[in-house]
């Protein structure tokens, strides 16, 4: 009796460890945040790319209105990729997209946007990373996708895909 | 002259106080990177780290020690970006029951055990 308890006690706690062991082989081990609710974009101040102006949020972002932040860098080989996909999703007159220049040399920033063309409707400097950090973002590229109630409804973390751009569309529909 | 001596305390006394605050922050600001987790080098503090993004985390909450705010703020504001996972020390909620209650159930569990052991023992 003693004897079967124990084998009990030793299958049971082996079979806990053989699941989560199991459940972890399945799981990434890198973590990526996700946006699970809906969250406030976050309120601040930036110097604009073009004008060298300080630009409040709340002048940027309008109520019914979709935005699209894309956080984007000169030296980023992604963003190079993504880039066409912006040129064609900036076409679309549902949505407006918001540049954040990420950590970039304001020279290589410039002759980037004249090579590739400029698919934002504003681009915003942001020189040490903080203002990307008030997206939760963590590196680039990452996009952002704003409601018209100024919610962050979706975070894309990598550069954007078809399938990401049909996504966003069917979204701002 | 007078007036001059006195002048001179008051200085040191702020000198002193302003010094002592400085290594106050300092002190915190070790405590709190230390405990948020690089998420680009995952594995490494923010504090160990050199990525883009610590350097970030870095300027933001040295901003924030200068501006007052406390430690649990900066770890909220934090934890409202990135989710839990971005501090070492995770607080209790409904995300870390199992973290936290496990090794608690798991020593409960071996107390039993070893006290039925004891008693079996005993009746012998």
Redesign the interface.
Known sequence: MKNRFNLIIIFIFLSFCFIVLYKGLNNSNIYTPKIIDKKDIPVFKARDFDSNIFIASENIFEENNYYVVNIWASWCVPCRKEHPLLMKLSKNQSVKLIGLNYRDNLNNARKFIKELGNPYDQILIDNNGTLGVEFGAYGVPETFLIDKNKKIIKKFVGPINQEILEEIKLIIK | MKILKIFLIIFLLMGFTQSKSDEKNVKLKYKILKNIRC??C?GQSVHDSES??A???K??VD?KIKEDTSEEQIYEFLI????D??IYDPKLNKNTYILWLLPILIFLLGGV?MYKKVL?KNNE
């Open positions: 998420l680009v995952q883009d993004f350097s970030s985390i300027l933001i901003k409202e970006k990135y989710g996972w971005i055990i079996i």
